[in-house]
Nanobody
Framework: QAQLVESGGGLVQAGGSLSLSCAAS???????MGWFRQAPGKEREFVAA????????FYSEIAQGRFAISGDNDRKAVYLQMNSLKPEDTAVYYC????????????WGQGTQVTVSS
């Protein structure tokens, strides 16, 4: 069973940037690997993902144009560069891996807090 370990996150002012990293250990059998987030009182939502088969990148509307996902297939690692951050981006960001882009993922990381101050 694979384990996903996130790093990065923290506190940043609005307009700033943060980078998140996630690395998988153990056997990972997943088509996609990427990021979700959950703000207080809200449902978990998709942010961005990468498809291992061809490196295709997928973004939600909230991430399009501001966030960039990249990955290392050999290391089964994904990275999320977040730019032009807004206070509404404040959430716990979760690394995930699975066979779709819904919240029904096979593997989840423990989450990392991102806080954007106004």
């Amino acid at each position: 069973q694979a384990q996903l370990v996130e790093s990065g996150g923290g506190l940043v002012q609005a307009g700033g940037s943060l980078s998140l990293s996630c690395a998988a250990s153990g056997r990972l059998d997943a088509i996609f690997m990427g990021w979700f987030r959950q703000a207080p009182g809200k449902e978990r939502e998709f942010v961005a993902a990468i498809a291992w088969i061809d490196g295709g990148q997928f973004y939600s509307e909230i991430a399009q144009g501001r966030f960039a996902i990249s990955g290392d297939n050999d290391r089964k690692a994904v990275y999320l560069q977040m730019n032009s951050l807004k206070p509404e981006d404040t959430a716990v960001y979760y690394c995930a891996a699975g066979n779709n882009l819904s919240t029904k993922q096979t593997h989840w990381g423990q989450g990392t807090q991102v806080t954007v101050s106004s």
